[in-house]
C-alpha cells in the first residue's frame, strides 16, 4: 500500500515567492495533519483536518501560512509571501481517526529553503 | 515552553548497551504514542499507551505509561546500530495533540 505522498521532496526559493506544498493521505484516512520541523522548535503542529474540516489551525505561525483540503485525497500548505525563517522540514501525516486519531502516518517531508 | 520535555537531549552509547529515554509532562495525557525517526524521513510510529501503568513490549523495546499518565519511558535493551535515530514521544490531552523535544540516539558499533 502506498504511504503518505508529499511534493515536492525538495523547494528551494526566493523571499517573497509564493510556495506550495502538497499531500496525499493514505487511502481511507480520515484526519490529516501539517507539521514543521527545525532544529531550534523540534515538531511543531500547523493544522489538523477531520473529514476534511480543519479542526485545529493555532499553530499556523500567521496569516502569510493556508492549508486547504478540498477533497478526502489531496491537501495543500501555502505560504505566501514566503520568508528565509520559514526554512524548514514540512510534513504531512495521516491518521484513520477518530479512535485512532493520533497514531499517525507521516510522509517523507519536503525540505523548504527560502532563500 | 513545551508541553513534553524528553530527557536526555542526546546520547551516545555503544553497540550491546542498555538505554532508558524519559518523556515527562505535568499534564495528564489521555494516550501517548513514542515515534523514531531516521534522517531524512517522517517520524515512524513505535506503539501507543492509553492506560496508566501499561507495559508494551516491542522486541527489544518496552515502553511504560506512568501511573497517572503525566510520563512515560522508552527502555532498549542490547542497543543497536539500527537503533539510531531520533526518539520522538507525543501524547493529547482532549483535542490538543503535542510532540516532545526528542531524544537524539547514537548507537556505535
Known amino acids: 500500500d502506498a504511504g503518505v505522498i508529499q511534493s515536492p521532496r525538495h523547494e528551494v526559493t526566493e523571499m517573497g515567492q509564493e510556495v506550495t506544498l502538497r499531500c496525499k493521505p493514505i487511502?481511507?484516512?480520515?484526519?490529516l495533519f501539517w507539521y514543521r520541523q527545525t532544529m531550534m522548535r523540534g515538531l511543531e503542529l500547523l493544522i489538523y483536518f477531520n473529514n476534511n474540516v480543519p479542526i485545529d489551525d493555532s499553530g499556523m505561525p500567521e496569516d502569510r501560512f493556508s492549508a486547504k483540503m478540498p477533497n478526502a485525497s489531496f491537501s495543500t500548505l501555502k505560504i505566501q509571501p514566503s520568508e528565509p525563517r520559514d526554512s524548514a522540514v514540512y510534513f504531512c501525516?495521516?491518521?484513520?481517526?477518530?479512535?485512532?486519531?493520533?497514531?499517525?502516518?507521516f510522509g517523507p517531508g519536503t525540505r523548504l529553503t527560502v532563500t | 515552553t513545551q508541553l513534553l520535555e524528553q530527557s536526555p537531549q542526546f546520547l551516545s552509547i555503544q553497540e550491546g548497551e542498555n538505554l532508558t529515554v524519559y518523556c515527562n509532562s505535568s499534564?495528564?495525557?489521555?494516550?501517548l504514542q513514542w515515534y523514531r525517526q531516521e534522517p531524512g524521513e517522517g517520524p515512524v510510529l513505535l506503539v501507543t499507551v492509553v492506560t496508566g501503568g501499561e507495559v508494551k513490549k516491542l522486541k527489544r523495546l518496552t515502553f511504560q505509561f506512568g501511573d497517572a499518565r503525566k510520563d512515560s519511558s522508552l527502555h532498549i535493551t542490547a542497543a543497536q546500530p539500527g537503533d539510531t535515530g531520533l526518539y520522538l514521544c507525543a501524547g493529547n490531552t482532549g483535542n490538543q495533540f503535542y510532540f516532545g523535544t526528542g531524544t537524539s540516539l547514537t548507537v556505535i558499533p
Open positions: 499534564s495528564v495525557f489521555s494516550s
Open positions: 501525516a495521516s491518521s484513520r481517526g477518530p479512535e485512532a486519531v493520533y497514531e499517525q502516518y
Open positions: 487511502s481511507g484516512h480520515n484526519s
